[in-house]
Nanobody, 115 residues
Framework: QAQLVESGVGVVQPGGSLRLSCVAT????????ESWDRQDPGKPRVLVAT???????NYAAAVKVRFTISRDIDKNALYLQMCSLKPEATGLYLC?????????WGQGTQVTVSS
């Protein structure tokens, strides 16, 4: 079992930056892969970025270069640094940890990019 708690200020102007954080109650050493996903109302959840224990990172084409996913084993934490934000980045962002066959999700952070 694991609980994931997200944090991060969710309102930013276009062109601004934001960092989302996600801390797990379970040791990150046990995780196979972590990711940030995005959920828009009435649409399927989509993958934004993933990172593996060997620090292999993958990004959705729309956010590549501008977003950076990282993990901190000592803090059992996952981060998403978002730069040069555009209004279309507005949405609910959720962290996801894969422990064995199970997936655990954070509560979600609403990100709003607006002037």
């Amino acid at each position: 079992q694991a609980q994931l708690v997200e944090s991060g200020v969710g309102v930013v102007q276009p062109g601004g930056s934001l960092r989302l954080s996600c801390v797990a109650t379970r040791n990150l050493y046990d995780s196979n892969t972590e990711s940030w996903d995005r959920q828009d109302p009435g649409k399927p959840r989509v993958l934004v970025a993933t990172v593996t224990p060997d620090v292999s990172r993958n990004y959705a084409a729309a956010v590549k270069v501008r977003f950076t996913i990282s993990r901190d084993i000592d803090k059992n934490a996952l981060y998403l640094q978002m730069c040069s934000l555009k209004p279309e980045a507005t949405g609910l962002y959720l962290c996801n940890f894969h422990y064995g066959p199970s997936h655990y999700w954070g509560q979600g952070t609403q990100v709003t990019v607006s002037s």
